[in-house]
C-alpha cells in the first residue's frame, strides 16, 4: 500500500512539475543558504584560529600600558633587553623570548625602493612567532653582540626588491644603512588583522636601536611557553616579576599588559561562530516561508482533486489511505527541495570558499540535518491539507464541479 500511494504521490507531482518545483522554491533556498552559511562560517572561524596561531605557539604578547589613576597621565615606560632575560631565565614553562623594537623604513636595493616594517629582535624571534627560513641562515651570536649590518627578509620584500630569488649575499640599504642580507623567511601570508607578514625585515636588535631608532627602547616581549605548561601560572609570575622590576608599589595597577592569542584566537573563534548560528538562523526563516508555500499549494490541490478523492473514498479507500496519499506527497515535495538545496549549497559554498579565502569544510551533521528538516516541514505543513481531503464526505465530492 505504502509504494502505490508513493507512486500516486509522485504521478501527482510529475503532472505539474512548473508548479512543484515552485512550491519547493522557499525549500530550496532555506536549505541552501542555511547550509552555505554555516560552512562558510565554519571555514571563517578555522581561517582565523589558524592566522591567530600564526602569531606563534602558546604565545604571550607583553606591551607596555597607560597607567591608570591619579598622576597617571604619562605612557608607561618601555621595556629593556635584561627584562626578556630575567622573563627566560626566572620562570619555568617558557621556551624562548624574544624582545621586540619595530620601525617603518624605506629600503632599496637593485634601483628600487620599497616601504616596509623593520623589526629588531633576535634568533629568539623565529621560535616565538613559528618563521622558519626558506632560504639563507639565521643571525650569528657574534652578529647580535655587535650589532652587525646583517638582515632577514620576508617574501614579500624580496618579491619587491629582488625578482623573488637569489637575495641572500645580496646588499639592502634600511633607512642610513647598508646591510646585508643573510636569509629569507619562509611565507606566512596575510595575518589575522589584515596585515601582509611577509612584507617585513628582521635586524639585530642592537643594530636597529643604535642605527636607526637612536634608543634602547624594547616595544614588546614575545614569550613562548612550552606545550603543557599553565599559562594562568606562566602569566601570574610573569607579572610578578615585571611589577618588581618596574618597581611598581603595591598599590599600583600594572603599566603592562599581557596578552595571550590563544585567548585572543578563543574569543574570535567564539564571536565567529555566534554570527554562523545567527546568520543561520536567519536563512532557516527561509524554510518556513517555503513550508507555507506547501501547505497553500497542497489546499489548492485537494480542492482541484476533490472529485477524485471522493471516487477514491466511494469505491472503500480509507480516510487513512488518504491522508496517507496527500501527506507523503507533501513530504516527497519538501524533501526533492532539499536535496537540490544540498547540491546548491555545495556547489556555492566551494565557491564563495575560495573567493573569500577561507578552507572549505565540508559538514555531514549540517546536510543531513538539513535534510530532515526539510521533509519534517513536509510532514508539518502537509498534514492539514491531507487531513482536510481525507475527512471529504464522498457524497459532497462526487457532486463537486
Known amino acids: 500500500m505504502l509504494l502505490n500511494t508513493l507512486l500516486l504521490a509522485l504521478r501527482s507531482i510529475r503532472r505539474n512539475l512548473l508548479r512543484s518545483f515552485l512550491t519547493i522554491l522557499g525549500i530550496v533556498i532555506g536549505v541552501s543558504a542555511v547550509i552555505t552559511m554555516v560552512t562558510l562560517g565554519n571555514g571563517a572561524t578555522l581561517a582565523v584560529q589558524n592566522q591567530i596561531s600564526s602569531l606563534g605557539t602558546n604565545l604571550l604578547q607583553v606591551r607596555p600600558g597607560q597607567r591608570m589613576g591619579p598622576g597617571g597621565g604619562g605612557g608607561a615606560a618601555p621595556f629593556k633587553e635584561a627584562?626578556?632575560?630575567?622573563?627566560?631565565?626566572?620562570?619555568?614553562?617558557?621556551?624562548?623570548?624574544?624582545?621586540?623594537?619595530?620601525?617603518?623604513?624605506?629600503?632599496?636595493?637593485?634601483?628600487?625602493?620599497?616601504?616596509?616594517?623593520?623589526?629588531?629582535?633576535?634568533?629568539?624571534?623565529?621560535?616565538?612567532?613559528?618563521?622558519?627560513?626558506?632560504?639563507?641562515?639565521?643571525?650569528?651570536?657574534?652578529?647580535?653582540?655587535?650589532?652587525?649590518?646583517?638582515?632577514?627578509?620576508?617574501?614579500?620584500?624580496?618579491?619587491?626588491?629582488?625578482?623573488?630569488?637569489g637575495a641572500v649575499g645580496q646588499?639592502?640599504?634600511?633607512?642610513?644603512?647598508?646591510?646585508?642580507?643573510?636569509?629569507?623567511?619562509?611565507?606566512?601570508g596575510q595575518g589575522a588583522f589584515g596585515n601582509d607578514?611577509?612584507?617585513?625585515?628582521?635586524?639585530?636588535?642592537?643594530?636597529?636601536?643604535?642605527?636607526?631608532?637612536?634608543?634602547?627602547?624594547?616595544?614588546?616581549?614575545?614569550?613562548?611557553?612550552?606545550?603543557?605548561?599553565?599559562?594562568?601560572?606562566?602569566?601570574?609570575?610573569?607579572?610578578?616579576?615585571?611589577?618588581?622590576?618596574?618597581?611598581?608599589?603595591?598599590?599600583?595597577?600594572?603599566?603592562?599588559?599581557?596578552?595571550?592569542?590563544?585567548?585572543?584566537?578563543?574569543?574570535?573563534?567564539?564571536?565567529?561562530?555566534?554570527?554562523?548560528?545567527?546568520?543561520?538562523?536567519?536563512?532557516?526563516?527561509?524554510?518556513?516561508?517555503?513550508g507555507i508555500g506547501i501547505m497553500n499549494i497542497m489546499l489548492v490541490s485537494v480542492t482541484e482533486r476533490t472529485r477524485e478523492i471522493g471516487l477514491r473514498l466511494a469505491i472503500g479507500a480509507l480516510e487513512r489511505e488518504v491522508l496517507l496519499q496527500f501527506l507523503i506527497e507533501a513530504v516527497v515535495l519538501a524533501a526533492l527541495g532539499g536535496v537540490i538545496g544540498i547540491v546548491l549549497a555545495t556547489?556555492?559554498?566551494?565557491?564563495?570558499?575560495?573567493?573569500?579565502?577561507?578552507?572549505?569544510?565540508?559538514?555531514?551533521?549540517?546536510?543531513?540535518?538539513?535534510?530532515?528538516?526539510?521533509?519534517?516541514?513536509?510532514?508539518?505543513?502537509?498534514?492539514?491539507?491531507?487531513?482536510?481531503a481525507a475527512r471529504l464526505d464522498p457524497i459532497e465530492a462526487l457532486r463537486h464541479e
Open 171 to 188: 646588499q639592502l640599504r634600511v633607512k642610513q644603512i647598508s646591510c646585508e642580507v643573510v636569509g629569507v623567511l619562509a611565507s606566512k
Open 197 to 290: 607578514q611577509d612584507d617585513m625585515v628582521l635586524l639585530p636588535i642592537k643594530t636597529l636601536q643604535r642605527r636607526i631608532t637612536g634608543n634602547t627602547r624594547v616595544q614588546t616581549l614575545l614569550v613562548s611557553m612550552a606545550d603543557g605548561s599553565d599559562p594562568d601560572r606562566v602569566k601570574a609570575s610573569l607579572t610578578q616579576l615585571l611589577r618588581e622590576r618596574r618597581k611598581l608599589a603595591q598599590d599600583d595597577e600594572d603599566n603592562f599588559n599581557v596578552l595571550d592569542t590563544k585567548q585572543l584566537a578563543d574569543t574570535l573563534s567564539g564571536t565567529t561562530k555566534v554570527m554562523t548560528m545567527l546568520l543561520g538562523a536567519v536563512a532557516a526563516v527561509s524554510l518556513l516561508v517555503g
Open 83 to 165: 627584562d626578556g632575560d630575567a622573563i627566560a631565565s626566572q620562570i619555568g614553562g617558557i621556551i624562548a623570548v624574544a624582545p621586540e623594537a619595530r620601525a617603518a623604513s624605506k629600503l632599496v636595493a637593485n634601483g628600487r625602493n620599497w616601504a616596509s616594517s623593520v623589526i629588531g629582535s633576535n634568533n629568539a624571534w623565529l621560535i616565538t612567532g613559528n618563521w622558519k627560513l626558506s632560504d639563507g641562515r639565521q643571525f650569528s651570536d657574534d652578529e647580535l653582540r655587535a650589532g652587525a649590518a646583517v638582515c632577514l627578509i620576508g617574501q614579500t620584500v624580496q618579491r619587491e626588491l629582488f625578482n623573488s630569488h
Open 347 to 388: 556547489g556555492a559554498s566551494l565557491g564563495l570558499a575560495s573567493l573569500m579565502d577561507v578552507p572549505y569544510l565540508f559538514n555531514p551533521g549540517v546536510n543531513v540535518m538539513s535534510f530532515f528538516f526539510s521533509a519534517g516541514i513536509g510532514v508539518l505543513f502537509g498534514y492539514f491539507p491531507a487531513r482536510r
